[in-house]
């Protein structure tokens, strides 16, 4: 089972150290530069969490979880919204399906409204990333006409939160 771990000492190196898939790294940048982001969100004071997604105490793969306030930067969403900001399973634990029970635990983690109310979940994804993309759609996220992202390739998908 895979059980959503708090960064600390213990696990921070294994998390740096974690690889996508090498067809996927090029969608996405080194865990250390998302927990730089979260360093500066919780500057801006926008809610900010990482987790380590470990399985019997073994890092397999690393999230990153944020409140974005209505208009905020860089997303200048119309609500505020719950938005994992990050989501990656290690390229040596990949097809073992932690993938998409790391990513269950990570929207029930959202479901419960750490950080106040919202009935939305975002997520970006570059759509060549069709592994990634497969996988949102699967758990209901679609896609949006928005991008972000310093190339704006970056495509934004979003999913209701049942009431």
């Known amino acids: ?3 959503l771990k708090e960064i600390t000492w213990e696990n921070f190196w294994q998390v740096v150290e974690l ?3 090498e067809s996927q790294r090029e969608y996405l940048p080194s865990n250390a530069v998302f927990m730089a982001q979260a360093y500066v969100n919780l500057k801006f004071k ?8 470990s399985r019997e105490s073994h890092v397999v793969g690393f999230s990153k979880v944020v409140y ?5 930067e860089p997303y200048r969403f119309q609500e505020g919204t719950y938005m994992i900001d990050a989501f990656m399973i290690d390229d040596q634990e990949q097809g073992k399906g932690y993938g998409r029970e790391g990513f269950r635990q990570v929207l029930a983690y959202i479901e419960t409204k750490p950080w106040g109310e919202s009935n939305t979940i975002k997520l970006a994804c570059h759509d060549r990333n069709t592994v990634a993309v497969g996988m949102y759609k699967k758990f209901g996220f679609c896609e949006t006409d928005q991008f972000v992202g310093r190339d704006k390739k970056m495509r934004i998908y979003s999913k209701t939160l049942e009431r």
């Open 46 to 53: 926008y809610p900010d969490a990482c987790f380590a997604l």
């Open 19 to 21: 690889k996508p898939h």
């Open 68 to 72: 974005v306030p209505q208009g905020a």
């Open 1 to 3: 089972m895979i059980e």
